[in-house]
């Protein structure tokens, strides 16, 4: 069973074409056996957040106000409809961290944890992105709760995420989006040499820092 499809050499994760194909077998291949995944998860994550807000906050206006901005929010509509791996996966990652702050804050109880952990799992199958969100997220729980159980939770998910971006597939989508493999900063960092007949000038304005800081921050500003 595979668990990445290379389209373009961003060995995408596999867990979506796996819920489309379940909804095709029963309802039959259609436009809306294939958009319905998206809408489920799309529509309920807005009461999973609802949870995860409320429990949070200890304030139902504050859940409340947090499920409208996702229900109206452009990004997650516009996803929604276009069959994006991400709204599914973010689902699970919302989830996961829900019950993960349930065993935080309930007694302890491990089967929160191990709920947790199992949602956070499987949302490593739907996007990429959640493979570096999740530890990093893990850290901050850590961090303001200090639970050994959470520590090795954030380990095992570190070590995770590691060992998929080192790998020959995992490492695919992460060689076309980091910055300092983009073929317009090989260009640029060529031209550096030549970018100024002042020397000192030329160390302080065109050097490596200044142009990986140029790249992400516009890369950063692109996307509002």
């Known amino acids: 069973m595979p668990l990445y499809f290379d389209k373009f050499g961003d060995y995408r994760p596999i867990g979506l074409f796996y819920l ?10 259609s436009v809306t056996s294939v958009r319905l995944v998206t809408a489920f998860f799309g529509s309920f994550t807005v009461f ?13 206006e504050i859940a409340y106000l947090s499920c409208l901005f996702l229900a109206i929010l452009p990004w997650d509509i516009v996803l929604s409809r276009d069959v994006h791996e991400a709204i599914v ?20 109880r491990v089967k929160h944890l191990l709920i947790g952990g199992g949602l956070l799992f499987v949302s490593y199958f739907f996007y990429h992105g959640i493979r570096a969100l999740t530890p990093l997220l893990l850290i ?8 050994r159980k959470i520590a090795l939770v954030t380990l095992i998910f570190l070590v995770l995420t590691f060992a998929i971006v080192l790998s020959s597939h995992g490492g695919g989508r992460f060689g076309q989006v980091v910055f300092y493999k983009s073929p317009t900063i090989e260009q640029k960092l060529n031209e550096l040499p030549f ?7 030329a160390r302080v304005f065109h050097n490596k820092a200044v142009v990986y800081s140029r790249s992400v921050f516009s890369s950063w500003i692109e996307h509002f």
């Open 195 to 201: 970018a100024d007949s002042n020397l000192i000038l």
């Open 48 to 60: 999973i957040l609802y949870l995860f807000a409320r429990e949070l906050f200890r304030k139902k």
């Open 89 to 108: 996966g973010y689902f699970f990652t919302i989830a996961g961290f829900y019950f993960i702050f349930k065993f935080s804050i309930d007694g302890k």
């Open 140 to 147: 901050i729980f850590w961090f303001f709760y200090r639970e």
């Open 20 to 29: 489309s194909g379940l909804m095709q077998l029963i309802l039959g291949s």
